[in-house]
RNA sequence: UGGGGUGUAGCCAAGCGGUAAGGCAACGGGUUUUGAUCCCGUGAUACGCAGGUUCGAAUCCUGCCACCCCAGCCA
């Protein structure tokens, strides 16, 4: 059933499945997730994750989480916490399965040093700057080092002694010896070792020299027993220095990489760098506000890992650039949620309603249905009296055509109660509405079957004054105005003003009294709401809006505006 | 004007020489005590463009165009 809309396979597992059917790698599958520790997983790693974890699952094999940790500079434990929390969030286990580039440096050392042997690799005392602009341009080959021919033992006695200590940082590097003319800028002998003279987050002061990434990758992988290395199309023309170095070095296996598009989505940025920068500028809270694309973040908003997964696997993987739009992540999201949030009655934006007919101090329980569609998720009770509060929206003055909710003289329906109709309003000293008088119909109460003719267009929902909770809620719209954000250089100039909404004021069924932090709910014909855990402190349950329903009623009001103002 | 990639509907994406899957969006209709859900229906004479090969091409060949990536002692 759930087979019917399984996509075939893509390219990267047409490749896998060859492969296998060919008995290459032993028909063997591994692969790995490669995160530097240096920053939050955002929502364009999970489609890696999915790619590497799921590949692996498909065909029995194994995927490492590894962490490139070759740049102690940037790098934090911290952020490799953070990591693992996202990755087992989003429904993927390692097991023993957990690596480190760093668990190999005693044998990336080696390596190097067996380049130098090979008299494939040289130490290089030329400056950065000098490095860089003998390297040439796209256009120009570049100029050999002046040190590139030095004799293999000079170069096995500079190597032992960077690693030793014996020079400053930027004084020489270790650089491999392929070709400065070579059209490939990623083979005019790229940079293998430099110096660093500062702690190492797991291994300490072990090193003062460390890999860098085309290295450290490379052989990490094959040391480790990758069989298909897959990552994104940017480093596609590292892929000949990626070969270069399983071709030169006696590793136990020979990886292929295979690159893939990233994905990108609308009205989002992807980037750790402005990520970081809407957090360092104060724009969002942090990196888990739940207007974040991180993964923390989505956990916050009240996103399923299940519905991400599910996303990744509807955008597919191909080599194509890409933009993706908000509505199929967010149809995800609904569709999970939809199935599986349990119904409830909250008043966002209340607005008091005073039934005339109904007893003062009268109270009745009404049964609702949790979930329309699953009668097996039960029934509650929510109690109806004659102080009640309904939204602000549902209730117009002066409405427009095809406005079915209430309005002067109009009836409508109270969800799971009775039908209503509007005898008056009472407004403030600035003619604001304050609130609703009403009569009721005792023949309609929901469920009583009486009168099948009696129909009304609108139903709305509800809370009775007296018996409500009061909560915080907060909704959320997308971060940024621009469709594609991130192409100018104000990235504030792109902000939505109104990304965040705090509701302080919210009412809500008295079932809501008591919540868990994760507890997910659907507000009947609001949206869905993920009660927030960081709510400490505060006596109120504080819920966060995960996505609106689908709105038709908005979308009628937009083209009404649209049609008004454009001719 | 170096090298590496990519071009199928608004957004994704199948297709791999035999006459354009599917999803999301959009639009129309039905059910409905959530204007939700659910159900039904509608879209490319056409696959970046131009030639060519073939009985037959999105799929093969040639040329062109557009877009993306690469000149960190970042990953």
């Not at 690693?163 to 392929?178: N, S």
């Not at 293998?192 to 052989?219: E, N, S």
């Amino acid at each position: 059933m759930e087979q019917e809309r399984a996509p075939g396979p893509d390219f990267i597992r047409r490749i896998v499945i060859d492969d296998v059917a060919a008995g290459k790698h032993g028909g063997r599958v591994q692969t790995r997730f490669p995160p530097e520790p240096n920053g939050y997983l955002h929502i364009g790693h999970a489609k890696a994750i999915c790619i590497n974890f799921g590949i692996a699952a498909d065909f029995d094999g194994e995927c490492y989480l590894r962490f490139d940790d070759t740049n102690p500079l940037r790098e934090d434990v911290e952020y490799v916490e953070a990591i693992e929390r996202d990755v087992r969030w989003l429904g993927f286990d390692w097991d023993d399965r957990l690596a480190h580039a760093s668990d190999y440096f005693p044998q990336l050392h080696e390596f190097a040093i067996e380049l130098i042997r090979q008299g494939l690799a040289y130490v290089d005392h030329q400056s950065a700057e000098a490095i860089r602009t003998s390297r040439g341009t796209l256009t120009e080959a570049g100029t050999n080092s002046p040190y590139r021919d030095r004799p293999i033992d000079e170069n096995l006695e500079f190597f032992a002694a960077m690693t030793r200590g014996e020079f400053e940082e930027g004084e020489c590097v270790l650089r491999a010896k392929i070709d400065m003319a070579s059209p490939n800028v990623n083979l005019r002998d790229p940079v293998l070792y430099r110096i660093r003279k500062v702690a190492h987050q797991r291994t300490g002061d072990r090193w003062c020299i460390y890999p860098m990434y085309d290295f450290a990758h490379t052989l990490s992988d094959a040391v480790e027993g990758t069989t298909h290395s897959l990552c994104s199309l940017e480093f596609e023309d590292h892929r000949p220095l990626y070969d270069w170095f399983l071709e030169h070095l006696p590793v136990p296996h020979t990886p292929q990489q295979i690159e893939f598009s990233r994905f990108n989505l609308m009205f989002t940025v992807m980037s750790k760098r402005r990520l970081k920068q809407l957090v360092d500028d104060g724009h969002v809270e942090g990196w888990d506000d739940p207007r974040m694309p991180t993964l923390a973040a989505f956990r916050r908003r009240g996103y399923t890992p299940e519905s991400i997964r599910d996303f990744m696997g509807r955008i597919g993987v191909t080599k194509k650039d890409n933009v993706i739009e908000l509505g199929l992540l967010e149809n995800c999201i609904r569709e999970d949620l939809n199935e599986h949030a349990p119904r409830r009655l909250a008043v966002l934006k209340p607005l008091r309603l005073v039934i005339e007919n109904w007893p003062e101090d009268a109270e009745e329980w009404l049964e609702a249905a949790n979930h329309p569609n699953r009668p097996e998720l039960g029934t509650r009770k929510v109690p109806f009296s004659r102080e009640i509060l309904i939204e602000r929206d549902d209730f117009m003055e002066d409405p427009p055509r095809k406005f079915f909710r209430l309005k002067p003289g109009g009836e409508v329906r109270l969800r799971y109660a009775y039908i209503i109709k509007c005898e008056s309003v009472v407004k403030d000293e600035n003619g604001v509405v304050i609130e609703i008088r009403c009569s009721y119909d005792p023949a309609t109460r929901s469920g009583s079957g009486g009168d099948p003719g009696r129909k009304v267009k609108g139903t709305v929902h509800w809370v009775s004054a007296r018996h409500a909770v009061a909560a915080k809620v907060r909704l959320y719209d997308r971060l940024f105005m621009a469709p594609y954000p991130g192409s100018g250089t104000d990235l504030g100039a792109e902000l939505n003003p109104n990304s965040l909404e705090t509701l302080d004021a919210a009412m809500l069924e008295p079932s809501l009294a008591v919540t868990a932090p994760g507890e997910r709910f659907q507000f009947e014909r609001q949206g869905y709401f993920y009660v927030d855990g960081d709510g400490a402190g505060d006596a109120r349950p504080v819920f966060n809006r995960t996505v609106t329903l689908r709105d038709s009623w908005a979308k009628i009001e937009r083209q009404a505006m649209a049609g008004q103002s454009g001719r």
